[in-house]
Structure formats: C-alpha cells, structure tokens
C-alpha cells in the first residue's frame, strides 16, 4: 500500500476528486493547508498599505491506495490540478505498512 498526498490550488478541488472518482477512488481525505514553496507568496494592497502574503491557501488530499493504483492516481492528480503555472502544487508518494479498518477489524487492502 501507498500513501499519495498531493498539495493543490484549493480551486482545482473539484477536478482532482472527479478525477479520482472516475478511476475508481473511493476514500480521500481532505485539509485546509498554507505554504509556500518557490512561489514565496505575494505582495498585496489593503487599504493604501502594501504587506506580504506569504504563506497561500493550499488544499492537501490524502490517498490510500493499493500499489497497482499508485501510477493512475499521480497521472489523474497531476492531470487535474495542472494549470502550467507557478504554484500547481507537488505530489508525495510514501509506503503504508498497515491499515485497520476501526468498525470490521480488517486490516491491509481489505481495510482501504
């Protein structure tokens, strides 16, 4: 099993779940994240008062899946949440050495 966690535009949301859904994903979890990485943010006016923003608001998605799915998971991801500009976000991908589903007591593949 792998975990794939992938921080986002929070705009792309929507797209990257449709996506997920249509090759079969079922469980995904989802946060309200900020940072930044070579974007450093941005410089903004409010009320004639220029400041830094610079930690962004990020979406982070966390999957589970088995390691057959990993591949179909980063291609729809990546595919979903691309828009060519600065900030698309990264995907992270790290083993899972074991799952339990609290209700069943299943546990590995039976448990995602």
Do not use: C, W
Request: glycine letters at 10%.
């Amino acid at each position: 099993m792998q975990k794939v966690e992938a921080i986002i535009k929070p705009f792309k949301l929507d797209e990257v779940k449709e996506s997920l859904n249509s090759i079969g994903i079922q469980g995904i979890t989802v946060s309200e994240v900020k940072g930044f990485g070579r974007q450093k943010g941005h410089t903004e006016l409010y009320r004639g008062a220029e400041y830094v923003v610079d930690f962004l608001p990020k979406i982070k998605m966390e999957v589970v899946v088995s390691d057959d799915l990993v591949s179909k998971v980063i291609e729809a991801i990546q595919s979903a949440a691309n828009t060519g500009r600065i900030g698309d976000g990264k995907i992270f991908v790290l083993p899972v050495v074991d799952a339990i589903r609290i209700r069943t007591g299943e546990r590995g593949d039976e448990a995602i």
